[in-house]
């Protein structure tokens, strides 16, 4: 599997067990680094654990998805 389709999966698997929640997970090692519904605080706790490689994961509310 190519690493983005391990990435996709991971995020899957972890959006499934969190449906609401930003995650973020570590680039390098598909670790999820921190989980958290408020966004600011999120980014707090971010800059106190110094991982310089992040990818920030936000499943949309379906209410504020507009199909063309």
Known sequence: ??????????MNKSM???PRSTIVMDA???EIV????NT????????KLHHPNVVVFQRPN??????L
Not at 40 to 47: D, G, P
Not at 62 to 67: E, F, K, Q
């Open 62 to 67: 379906p209410n504020h998805i507009m199909v």
């Open 40 to 47: 600011s605080r999120l980014a707090r706790r971010l800059k």
């Open 16 to 18: 499934e067990a969190h």
């Open 28 to 30: 390098n090692t598909f």
């Open 1 to 10: 599997m190519t690493y983005y389709g391990k990435l996709v999966q991971r």
């Open 34 to 37: 921190a989980t958290g519904a």
